[in-house]
């Protein structure tokens, strides 16, 4: 069954969500869509009142609704029903989802909205699994460490994965007894609206999950607000330093950034099966058209093994079909505005003129409609010291680097800013074990790259790209704060 659909035959509606209720306020901010460059609903930027009324709004939920005081099974059965109605709505947000972002609509309905909904069943099945400590002291005293909620969240999602970060962002801080306020990108700013209206339908208090929309001040604005006790981040690395200093002007609160990377794909002289590293590289690369945060954009490969590995990856990306999200078949979708268009161009003009070299791709695809569509390309001799090298393209750009000694292979890896995550591919089992030891990043798969299909697995960089994990157990307990209970009751 074909899931092709008119794009014109689509509702998108922008708006504050506060107290349950849609709010409209604030100036207009044009919004396109990605695949054609038409022009969307307008975005009402939130001010500084709309933040307030939202913080506020979720501070009296958190304290008033009963939430934070409800059983964790009964917070948890919300969290339930919310995924079986998002389920229900599937087709709906999946349209919406695909319309105004990057994302394919076989993609959005097979993959995004499942995991979306998976993550929710996940965290309200966590919900009555949190644990303190009874800590060991002298007799006639108890001493525990208790977990609490911190109380308003506030999240800011970037534009890449819109509904699945909506729900990474806002499920375990729910599932803990938080509330939050979410800020979805200016650039896909749509789902997290009907998504979060069906969390109140399905019983979360009004108020306690709140959208605010805007572009980077409402960000800021968000972050500054004294009733913000806790914040997750997800964006470039200059913007989440900007998000720290933001956050120590109204007191010390605590991050979770989530940031840029350059994540190498460190290929092993062992390795047997090239088809296979083949299709692992290429997707790393390619997938969303390189718009992933841990999209694997190094290629670190012996020199015997280069033309041949090159070739099959060059092969595969030759097959990927350039296209608008809402049309099946499409793998490769646009880059998000011809704003990020430009800087991809940018980038590779000045990459190229410090030496680097065009091995397949290298431009726009050509023939398209008004959507930014982006060649898969890549490169050869990328110098260190090049833009190339240095920074994220975040579009579906892979340079090749080539060693003969495979400690300097491995010495390659660790890029001077970025670590977020790394893959390797090895049959060694040796090295499987150990060399994720020796690779500074947050995240390092063997024999595969991308994140998995589950939810327990945390995620989360080191250095440039952050800190603080997302998902897992580790992503849940970032929500909580944890405090010392010291009882001297006598013998």
């Not at 964790?72 to 059965?77: D, I, K, S, V």
């Not at 109380?151 to 970037?158: E, L, M, T, Y």
């Not at 290929?267 to 969303?288: E, P, Q, S």
């Not at 290629?299 to 041949?308: A, H």
């Amino acid at each position: 069954m074909t899931s092709d659909f008119n794009p014109d035959s689509i509702t998108l509606v922008a708006a504050h969500l506060i107290d349950g209720k849609r709010v409209e306020a604030g100036e207009a901010l044009a919004v396109f869509r990605p695949s054609d460059g038409a022009e969307t609903a307008p975005l009402p930027m939130a001010d500084e009142t709309i933040i307030d009324r939202a913080v506020t709004s979720a501070h009296r939920a958190f304290t008033e609704s009963g939430w934070r005081q409800a059983t964790p099974l009964e917070r948890a059965a919300v969290l339930k029903r919310w995924a079986d109605l998002i389920d229900r709505d599937r087709e709906r947000i999946g349209r919406i989802e695909s319309v105004s972002s990057t994302r394919p609509i076989e993609d959005v309905l097979g993959r995004d909205l499942v995991r979306a909904t998976g993550a929710l069943r996940y965290f309200a099945e966590w919900a009555d699994k949190v644990e303190g400590q009874l800590l060991a002291g002298k007799a006639g005293t108890t001493s525990m460490a208790r977990p609490e909620p911190y109380g308003v969240v506030a999240s800011i999602a970037p534009f890449n994965f819109p509904a699945i970060n909506a729900i990474w962002k806002s499920a375990p801080a729910l599932a803990v007894g938080n509330a939050v306020v979410l800020k979805p990108s200016e650039m896909t700013p749509y789902s997290a609206l009907a998504i979060a209206e069906l969390a109140i339908e399905a019983g979360l208090p009004e108020g306690l999950f709140n959208i605010v929309q805007g572009a980077g001040i409402t960000g800021s604005l968000l972050v500054r607000h004294p009733l913000v006790r806790k914040i997750t981040f997800t964006g470039s690395s200059a913007t989440g330093a900007k998000v720290m200093a933001d956050a120590a002007m109204t007191g010390t609160k605590p991050l979770t950034l989530e940031l840029g990377g350059k994540s190498p794909q460190l290929v092993m002289k062992d390795v047997r099966d090239l088809d296979a590293v083949a299709t692992n590289i290429a997707n790393g690369f390619l997938a969303n058209s390189g718009q992933v945060c841990t999209a694997g954009t190094r290629l670190i490969t012996p020199v015997g093994m280069r033309d041949e590995l090159l070739e099959k990856v060059i092969a595969i990306a030759a097959g990927r079909r350039a296209g608008p999200t809402w049309q099946n078949g499409n793998t490769l979708p646009p880059i998000i505005s011809e704003k990020q268009a430009r800087r991809i161009d940018s980038m590779l003009a000045e990459t190229l003129s410090d030496g680097a070299e065009v091995v397949t791709g290298g431009g726009r695809v050509a023939a398209q409609n008004a959507g930014a569509y982006y060649q898969p390309t890549i490169l050869r001799n990328v110098p260190e010291t090049s833009v190339g090298f240095r920074e994220e393209f975040f579009g579906p750009v892979l340079s090749v680097f080539e060693y003969e000694d495979e400690e300097e292979g491995i010495a390659m890896t660790n890029h001077p800013s970025y670590a977020l995550a790394a893959s390797i591919y090895t049959d060694d089992l040796h090295k499987a074990m150990t060399l994720p030891d020796r690779i500074e990043a947050g995240t390092v798969w063997v024999n595969a790259h991308g994140r998995q299909p589950d939810y327990s697995t945390p995620q989360g960089g080191f250095n440039g790209s952050g800190f603080g994990k997302e998902m897992g157990r580790n992503g849940l307990e970032s929500f909580l704060r944890f405090k010392t209970v010291f009882l001297n009751h006598g013998e």
